[in-house]
């Protein structure tokens, strides 16, 4: 693995971490992460080509961000059939919800700099 690519990463990450500061359990889901990594996994084993080609590569990407947004559609329709007058849980509801996006571009965002440290350099 190219020393750009993993300084990349940890750039990314770091700034998104300090962008949330002492927010950052707020941020954890883990059902939200299985369901988005878990697409992300399937949509990559559906693709064809070496284990981690491009191309299974950018199927699992795109597949993070497919599950990210379904799982938030999922988590709407949830909230929507439950929320029985109880305001007060409104919000945390929906900033879970919204997880599932976040982390799928989150994955999108990875792999995508790994696709471009393969192809320029």
């Not at 690519?5 to 059902?31: C, H, K, M, Q, R």
């Not at 080509?49 to 299974?56: E, I």
Request: aromatic content about 10%; proline content about 2%; overall charge neutral.
């Amino acid at each position: 693995m190219k020393i750009n690519l993993i300084l990349g990463i940890v750039v990314f990450f770091g700034l998104a971490t300090l962008s949330i500061g002492e927010n950052i359990p707020a941020f954890w889901d883990t059902a939200c992460l299985l369901i988005v990594g878990g697409g992300a996994l399937c949509f990559g084993l559906s693709a064809s080509g070496s284990f981690f080609s491009n191309s299974r590569l950018v199927a699992a990407s795109e597949g993070a961000v497919i599950s990210g947004w379904l799982g938030s559609i999922t988590g709407a329709v949830l909230i929507a059939g439950n929320i029985n007058g109880n305001w007060e849980a409104l919000g945390p509801a929906i900033a879970v919800m919204l997880l599932t996006v976040l982390y799928g571009y989150f994955i999108k965002a990875v792999i995508k700099m790994i696709l471009i440290s393969r192809n320029h350099g």
